[in-house]
């Protein structure tokens, strides 16, 4: 079907301007009409309700697509969205993809209010070309065009060239039929994305975070599938907790109560990579475990993993002027049986004291880290300064790294 108007989306990361592109570009052409996905999602409620954990509401693609069908064939629209891919390809006749410096987009979401790490998942983002990729992968090549969004000279001159480009023909016939842009027109908007293979593979969680409150079904789902998980063997539910409130949400975590054995070995090492060893197997899939050891200076490292009550471990020092001692943590993930053990060990120095708070937690009560004892700290405090805490930073700096290669 043929429009004498064509329809244009116009993408990028949240806070890139697309929205004021769009309004100017639909007052600036008549015919030419703004058409706000974000709003359309929720005026004509083209959603299956909201995603708590990603706080964002779950597009109905078929829905949205049903919605806007008819308005979009006639032609004249302006599509102002963040993801571009679900939009078939007969519709659409330019893909404008807006760029913005990362110092500016940096002040404009902070503006925005956005928490921390969703500004510097949406700057990671814009940095690794998520949305650019996303239209050359869906669109033919000569109709998507990247556009610098920095400045208000900036947005004039790209709704100037945008207008330029709209008288031109029937739209519609065919991949290509609304082609805008000699490619020397815009070689100083171009970034070189030639080694953009090398770069490593910009990660669905990325892609979804980068969207502000409404996200296509499709993305959310693959969110939900590679969402990493571990399934952490422990027999102790305050570790539990503990690993829960740390790792999740980046890291769902479940968990299998089993006692294992643990072998006395040379090093806490070696017991730990026995005890994963042994998980693995017992479940036949991937594990997490961890051992706990608490080190005593003056005993050069005793107990270790011989750990008693806390009574017990006063009195291991009682003759010692030496109190100081280490929380040693160490994790130890296997992929599965066969799989060699991959260590993240985290320590906390401290010092060994009459015990003080509620004996909740094994010995809490007697380790005092910088003037409180584990047990006087409220959970928040523990989890940010705790041996298992900067264990599993490195654990999760590793799942990290494992996305994006
Ligand atoms: O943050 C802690 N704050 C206070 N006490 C702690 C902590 N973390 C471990 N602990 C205690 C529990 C156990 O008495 C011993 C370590 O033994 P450890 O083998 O690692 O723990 P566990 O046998 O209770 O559980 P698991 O099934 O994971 O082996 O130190
Ligand atoms: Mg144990």
Redesign the pocket.
């Known amino acids: 079907m043929s429009r004498s108007l064509p329809n244009i989306i116009i993408t990028g990361t949240p806070g890139v301007g697309k929205t004021l592109h769009c309004e100017l570009l639909a007052e600036r052409v008549p015919g030419m009409k703004h058409l706000s996905v974000n709003d359309v999602v929720k005026e004509k409620e083209c959603h299956e309700g909201y995603d708590e954990e990603f706080q964002s509401w779950i597009v109905d693609e078929d829905k949205l697509l049903d919605t806007i069908e008819e308005q979009v064939k006639a032609g004249g629209c302006i599509i102002d969205w963040h993801a571009c891919d679900l939009f078939p390809k007969s519709w659409i006749d330019l893909v404008v993809v807006l760029r913005v410096d990362h110092t500016t987009l940096y002040d404009r979401l902070k503006a925005r209010n956005y928490p921390e790490n969703k500004l510097q998942e949406n700057l990671d983002s814009e940095i690794m070309e998520v949305l650019l990729q996303e239209a050359r992968d869906s669109y033919d090549e000569e109709i998507v065009v990247e556009l610098q969004s920095n400045d208000t000279e900036d947005m004039e001159s790209n709704v100037d060239r945008i207008e330029a480009w709209i008288p031109q023909r029937n739209y519609g016939e065919g991949p290509g039929s609304g082609r805008i842009v000699k490619e020397d027109d815009y070689s100083d908007n171009k970034i070189d994305i030639s080694n953009n293979e090398q770069n490593p593979k910009p990660s669905l969680w990325r892609v979804l975070n980068v969207i502000s409150n409404t996200v296509p079904r499709k993305a959310l789902k693959m969110a939900h599938d590679i969402r990493q998980q571990v399934n952490f063997i ?3 539910k305050n570790k539990l907790t503990e690993v829960k409130a740390i790792l999740e949400p980046a890291i769902q975590v479940d968990s299998r109560a089993l ?2 054995i ?1 072998v006395q070995a040379a090093t806490m090492e070696e017991v730990t990579i026995d ?1 994963c060893r042994r998980a693995a197997d017992l479940v036949m899939g991937p594990v997490l475990v961890e ?1 706990t050891c608490l080190c005593f200076d003056a005993l050069n490292d005793l107990p270790g ?1 011989y750990i008693l009550g806390h009574d017990g471990l006063n009195k291991l020092l009682a003759g010692h002027e030496d109190k100081s001692a280490k929380a040693v943590c160490t994790f130890a993930y296997s992929a599965g049986p066969g799989h060699e053990p991959i260590l993240f060990q985290g320590i906390t120095e401290g010092k060994i004291v009459p015990a003080r708070g509620p004996a909740n937690f094994g010995w809490d009560p007697i380790f005092e880290y910088e003037g409180k004892t584990y047990a006087e700290m409220t959970k928040e405090e523990k989890n940010k300064i705790s041996h298992r805490f900067k264990a599993l930073q490195k654990l999760q700096a590793w799942f990290k790294l494992q996305l994006t290669t």
Do not use: R, Y
């Open positions: 422990t027999g102790n006692d294992l643990e005890k051992d993993p």
